[in-house]
């Protein structure tokens, strides 16, 4: 008798798809998994797992819960082989896309792309760079196509309190009357003597609604020097429009995008009269209030952070704690911020620092220990 061969099992593979940009949409997802399908059935591929990140950019690993996912079970060995359109859709960064592909060969898992067949490190370092260079150059054409617009006196971001968006003339603003009176009562309380805190109180307690948040607090009104942040910095009250105080740079630990400010040579500035709100003259007095309210005595100046700074938060609203003076015998006093820098939180008591820290940490030595895995990317 003839014997029979054993029939050859199906390697078994998963799906990643992925869209970033508003220029793609959900179908997008949908086209590039019956792609890989039909590329699975050509190839004689059993389709165990699919993997999908929408509306995600592909500059960082951060967010994208699916390709996340797809790691984690990787190392369950759920799979023998990763199939994608193209490799830029599991990355555009040359690194992540590198740290990929070493992860998964480690594994002894495949990747392969539709219009690329098997991945090897060759083609990952050349689609690697070819795609953080083509992230690169939208950014650059993006601020390209802003500076553009600053020069014709056109906004190049978001909304700025006291002004409102004009439907469908892109980046034209119009003055919001009720928005300007507050910013002009901002600006003659402060030539008058008044403090950023005193100011947002009262804005509080006659219920005037913030730019953004639930209250107004000093910080909104003061802003940062360096930054040209803050009501009473910004130029576009006395018609002048400062476009690039500010570049955006991103985290490669946390894929967070934070600011940095570009220095004053850098920026953009475009005349736009018709958008005043304050006379020169009173912006100019501000200014130079600010100036010397700014030659602050070392002991005012910004503190060195403590044992528990960033993680106490008040019991009645919520906000963080901070430090609110010392007694007679030297020991800090902490409060509720909320309550401090705005007045909307109902619990203005003081509590001692140092009794609080010692409660933690005996807490802490009482608390069985727990340490969890950090989750593998």
């Known amino acids: 008798m003839r014997e029979s061969k054993p029939i050859e099992q199906k390697k078994r593979a998963a799906i990643y798809a992925r869209f970033s940009t ?28 699919t993997y999908d990140d929408r509306a995600r950019s592909g500059g960082s690993l951060m967010g994208r819960n699916g390709l996340l996912q797809l790691l984690d079970d990787a190392r369950e060995k759920s799979f023998d082989i990763v199939i994608v359109e193209a490799l830029d859709r599991l990355s555009r960064d040359m690194e992540d896309l590198a740290g990929i ?51 014709q006196g056109l906004a190049g971001g978001g909304l700025t309190y006291g002004y ?24 003659q309380e402060y030539i008058e003597g008044r403090t ?21 607090n000093a910080s909104t009104i003061n802003g940062n020097l360096e930054r040209g942040a803050g009501i009473l910095q910004n130029e576009l009250y006395v018609g002048r429009l400062v476009w690039n105080k500010v570049r955006m740079v991103k985290d490669p630990d946390t894929g967070k995008r934070l ?29 130079k209030r600010k100036e010397e309210r700014g030659h602050t005595h070392p002991s005012h100046q910004r503190r060195p952070r403590r044992m528990l700074s960033g993680l106490l938060r008040c019991g009645s609203c919520g906000a963080g704690m901070s430090t609110n003076g010392r007694d007679k015998s030297g020991r800090v006093r902490i409060r509720c911020s909320a309550a401090t820098e705005n007045g909307t939180c109902p619990d203005a008591k003081t509590f001692y620092l140092d009794t609080v820290e010692s409660a933690v940490l005996t807490g ?14």
């Open 259 to 287: 600011s940095r400010p570009n220095p004053r040579s850098e920026r953009q500035v475009a005349d736009v009269p018709h958008l005043a709100i304050i006379k020169p003259e009173l912006f100019a007095a501000a200014q």
């Open 364 to 377: 802490l030595e009482l608390a069985p220990v727990v340490w969890t895995a950090p989750r593998w990317i």
């Open 164 to 187: 409102a968006a004009i439907a469908g003339r892109t980046g034209e603003r119009v003055i919001v009357e009720a928005e300007a009176q507050i910013i002009q009562r901002i600006f």
């Open 22 to 49: 508003d220029l793609q949409n959900e179908r997008s997802i949908e086209d590039q998994l019956s792609l890989c399908q039909s590329y699975a059935d050509r190839e004689g591929l059993s389709i165990v797992r």
């Open 101 to 151: 592909h070493k992860r998964l060969s480690f594994l002894g898992i495949e990747i392969r792309a539709v219009h690329e067949g098997v991945v090897n490190t060759v083609l990952v370092g050349l689609r690697g760079l070819v795609g953080q260079l083509y992230r690169e150059d939208n950014a650059h054409k993006v601020r390209r196509g802003l500076a553009g617009r600053i020069k």
């Open 196 to 216: 950023p805190r005193e100011i947002a109180h009262d804005l509080n307690k006659d219920g005037v609604s913030p730019p953004r948040g639930r209250a107004w």
